[in-house]
Antibody, heavy 124, light 110 residues
Framework: EVKLLESGGGLEQPGGSLRLSCAAS????????MSWVRQAPGKGLEWVSS????????YYADSVKGRFTISRDNSENTVSLQMNSLRGEDTAVYYC?????????????????WGQGTTVTVPS | QSALTQPASVSGPPGQSITISCSGT?????????VSWYQQHPGKAPKLIIY???NRPSGVSNRFSGSKSGNTASLTISGLQAEDEADYYC??????????FGGGTKLTVL
């Protein structure tokens, strides 16, 4: 069974840091791009960042560029999101998602597997 | 970059069809055939129901269909069922090599 399991969320003060992790299983992890997508309370989905299967191509939303860093460890089947300089507007459920198309460097072809999400709270 | 534009809500009785629009620009929806649609039930993770404008993943009901004309994509759900009540989001690849979501549409089955 293909699964994604996020961890690392919590309460952090403005200006602080958190590191989210996503453990993948059930598929050839290194062959798929991975993404982080967030959803603020009562709001819609917002794409945050994506990384290609090799880790050689990385993409960020303008709202997090320079503050967040995505990385992956293909030997451990994990993708991480290092979040620095946290702000109140970063408060959200953060989902890890798998790109649908094998060998694609981005997730424009759709994201077909999602984790259950991990909650990040930054008081404003 | 602003979110793609979707109606905040749509509704219909069981058995009817509804269409949700997703409007963008030539730099996103209009420029690429990389529009996806996601269904999200309350408290759950999103689920991919349409990719590349009009393709359904395996296991998704053929009552869901997608299309695109110019800068606007559309999701049609035919034969509405109670379990279709959910939030629906479109997304599109952009010329900036980013992904843009719509604001979401709440579907109510009357």
């Amino acid at each position: 069974e293909v699964k994604l399991l996020e961890s690392g969320g919590g309460l952090e003060q403005p200006g602080g840091s958190l590191r989210l992790s996503c453990a993948a299983s059930g598929f050839s992890f290194s062959r798929y791009a991975m993404s982080w997508v967030r959803q603020a309370p009562g709001k819609g989905l917002e794409w945050v960042s994506s990384i290609s299967g090799s880790g050689g191509s990385i993409y960020y939303a303008d709202s997090v560029k320079g503050r967040f860093t995505i990385s992956r460890d293909n030997s451990e089947n994990t993708v991480s999101l290092q979040m620095n300089s946290l702000r109140g507007e970063d408060t959200a459920v953060y989902y890890c998602a798998k790109g649908r198309l094998e060998a694609a460097v981005f997730v424009e072809f759709g994201m077909d597997v999602w984790g259950q999400g991990t909650t990040v709270t930054v008081p404003s | 970059q602003s979110a793609l534009t979707q109606p905040a809500s749509v509704s219909g009785p069981p058995g009817q069809s509804i269409t949700i629009s997703c409007s963008g620009t030539s730099s996103d929806v209009g420029g690429y055939y990389y529009v996806s649609w996601y269904q999200q039930h309350p408290g759950k993770a999103p689920k991919l129901i349409i990719y590349e404008v009009s393709n359904r993943p395996s296991g998704v009901s053929n009552r869901f269909s997608g299309s695109k004309s110019g800068n606007t994509a559309s999701l049609t759900i035919s034969g509405l069922q109670a379990e279709d009540e959910a939030d629906y989001y479109c997304s599109s690849y952009t010329s900036s090599s980013t992904l843009l979501f719509g604001g979401g549409t709440k579907l109510t089955v009357l």
